[in-house]
Every structure is written in C-alpha cells, then in structure tokens.
C-alpha cells in the first residue's frame, strides 16, 4: 500500500493520502466528546453519523505534507467547538469530515475520519481506542479510559519525526501559513446542544 483514496460522499471533494509505509500512519478510535459533538455537528442537516453506535470516531492519522486534495478544495471549510480548539475541516457540499488537526500550519499531524477514505479497509484495522470513558453505554472492551501509555508514546513519536521530517510542509488545508478558509467557531449555546 502506498496511497489511499480520499473522497467525500456525494463526490466533489477528492484526493489522496500517498507515500503510505508503517510508521507513517495510525489508525485510532477516539469516543471523545468533542468528536461525538462534532459528529452531530455535521449530521445537523441529516448527513450521516459518522461514529459507530457506542459514539466512536474511527480516524486514520498521517503527515499533512503526505495529503493531496486533487478535486474540490475550495469546498473545504472548517468548524471549531471553541475559541483555541482544534480545527475540523469538512466538506461544505455534503458533510463529510476531511480532517481534525491543531490551528497551526506547522502542526505535522492530521487526522482524517475514515468516512473521507472510501477503501478504509485496505489500511488496516484500528490499533487502538481512547477516551472510551465517553463511550455510550460506558467504555467499551478493548477501549482505554482515556489514553494508553502505549498510544500516547506512538502519537509523541509520530509527531517528533513529523517535525524532524517537516512533513507539516505542504499542507492541502494551508496556503500562504493561513488555513483556505476562516473557522467557525460555535458558541457556547451552539456547542451545549451536541452534548
């Protein structure tokens, strides 16, 4: 495997994840509340959910430089929960999450929901699930309460070789250091109501 299709639902966003090897990627879980509310956030105009039914986001993480949006950029938007939160890109046409990442064009990591990679199983299964205390129903087997020693020491390694490797350089959501679009950021009422 050395590139991945991305491309939104109904189609008009598309691109690639390219040059994959292992230790170039994860692939997690995360049931926090954050990615629930952001979830809801985007199923607001019946979009479908894309969380699983205990309320997890599967997300592939890789390099931002290793990202390509060949088709629809100008669709990207982003939403943040709060003032200073991350940045979740999507897609103004149909909803689809393209990306949760830190508001900084140096950050050398990206976390692409797999509803935006349309062959998800030719990356593999997931190594792990975090922040399972926020789970439907209570953690779920196999999930960690918040995060594992084991996933933690992965994402620090995989972001220090981003940044030693620069693989921030070349980001799909960054032009001129600024992100394509200006963020809406939801209110504290806005926010609440996907809780």
């Known amino acids: ?26 692939r997690l879980v995360c049931y926090c509340d954050d990615c629930q509310a952001f979830a809801r956030w985007l199923s607001r105009d019946g979009a479908p959910s894309i969380t699983n039914d205990r309320g997890g986001t599967d997300v592939f993480q890789v390099w931002p430089s290793h990202v390509r949006i060949t088709r629809g950029r100008d669709k990207l938007r982003i939403v943040r929960l709060r003032e200073g939160g991350l940045f979740r890109w999507y897609t103004e046409c149909c909803s689809t999450p393209a990306g949760n990442m830190l508001p900084s064009p140096g950050s050398p990591f990206v976390g692409i929901p797999v509803a935006f990679v349309p062959a998800v199983d030719t990356i593999g299964p997931p190594v792990g699930a975090i922040q399972g205390r926020f789970a439907k129903g209570g953690c779920p087997e196999g999930a960690h309460p918040s995060v594992s ?3 933690l020491a992965t994402s620090a390694w995989f972001l220090v070789r981003g940044v030693a490797l620069r693989k921030a350089k070349g980001s799909p959501y960054f032009a001129d250091g600024r992100p394509l679009v200006a963020p809406r950021v939801l209110t504290v009422a806005e926010r609440d109501a996907l809780r």
């Open 1 to 26: 495997m050395s590139e991945v299709s991305l491309k939104c639902r109904c189609g008009e966003v598309e691109g690639a994840i390219v040059d994959l090897a292992p230790g170039r990627f994860n």
């Open 149 to 151: 020693a084991g996933v």
